[in-house]
């Protein structure tokens, strides 16, 4: 017996209507399930961690990197989120921080922004090289490669030409570098090193017409000098030209920080007479001209300070006491100022 057409159509017209139906719900109760999941908060163990995701790590990597330390986010259902959302290819290295409570939606946002968790070296001005070596040694955050290298060996690490000087003092710029945890501490070693070289290199081209530094070693060397003599900022350009000045008419510069680097750890707080004739490479009441190495880390006011001092014919300086200083053409006014100053009279 032939069936009625127009019962036939009717009858596969809701057969595929349920069929469709079905389909509709069983992707709305996907959506609404991969919604639900994306947007719940994860239980962490320990309630906040760190995770590292490796350099040029795939998508799958990354979901396992993330499970392996601790954020344990479903693979195939992170893997079809990321790239439902068109994500697969912003995801960025780094180390994340992570707390309980986040979603596996945040954890993507997250890597794709590269909102990674970043660490601070902080390097100050006047330090020594071995108080900036003893400082990074001591940050928890950093790689550690350098410990037990000698200075020249570090210097030879960063392929810094000075190295056969054997003494890094001073090659290093003062700022706060950023990094992510685990960052080889020869990372940052560079970028102070390369740093200080671009700030030494600007403020040579643009220094001040005959001024008695023969290369720009000699003038970052001064520099530290002047870093070490006054934290006034308004004094250093005049602090410059004293030295500056002393330098041409071949007198010694004879400065108390240059004797106390020269003491090394036999320094205890105070520096005696004894200690002022006591002759050392770095003595410059003894010897003539520069030490042979700069004595600390100097900051850009000091650099810019040594290669354009004031103008003046001063050829002495004392401190008041309050941080500023108070600077004499001739030896007679500078006892005076000496007087006044130091010994109360």
Request: some cysteine; glycine content about 8%; proline content about 6%.
């Amino acid at each position: 017996m032939q069936s009625n057409p127009a019962t036939f159509r009717m009858t596969l017209f809701r057969k595929c209507f349920v069929a469709g139906a079905i389909v509709v719900v069983l992707a709305a109760a996907a959506i609404a399930g991969g919604y639900h999941w994306a947007n719940s908060p994860l239980d962490l163990n320990p309630a906040q961690l760190d995770v590292t995701v490796k350099p040029h790590s795939s998508l799958r990597s990354v979901t396992l990197q993330l499970n392996r330390g601790g954020v344990p986010v479903e693979p195939e259902l992170f893997v079809i989120m990321t790239r439902l959302l068109g994500l697969q290819s912003e995801l960025k290295s780094g180390n994340y921080e992570f707390k309980t409570g986040v979603t596996p939606y945040e954890v993507l946002q997250k890597i794709a922004r590269g909102d990674v968790n970043e660490y601070v070296a902080t390097i100050i001005e006047g330090w020594t090289f071995k108080r900036m070596r003893a400082e990074l040694d001591a940050n928890p955050a950093l790689k550690h490669d350098t410990i037990g290298m000698s200075d020249m060996d570090l210097m030879n690490a960063i392929n810094a030409p000075e190295a056969s000087i054997g003494n890094g003092e001073g090659l290093f710029f003062p700022d706060t570098y950023l990094f992510d945890k685990n960052t080889s501490d020869l990372d940052v070693y560079r970028r102070a090193y390369r740093l200080m070289r671009l700030r030494l290199d600007e403020a040579w081209t643009a220094r001040a017409p005959n001024l008695p530094y023969k290369t720009p070693y000699d003038a970052l060397t001064m520099a530290s000098i002047i870093e070490k003599e006054t934290g006034k900022k308004s004094d250093r350009p005049m602090v410059a030209a004293v030295f500056a000045n002393r330098l041409r008419v071949g007198m010694p510069l004879q400065t108390d920080p240059t004797v106390i680097y020269g003491m090394g750890d036999s320094y205890a707080g105070h520096i005696r007479k004894k200690d002022l004739q006591t002759d050392t490479p770095y003595n410059t009441y003894t010897r003539m001209g520069l030490p042979p190495t700069p004595i600390s880390l100097p900051g850009v006011a000091s650099l810019q300070a040594a290669l354009n001092p004031a103008q003046t014919t001063a050829l002495y300086f004392v401190s008041r006491g309050d941080g500023s200083s108070i600077f004499s053409d001739t030896l007679g006014d500078h006892n005076k100022a000496v007087d006044k100053y130091i010994r109360g009279q």
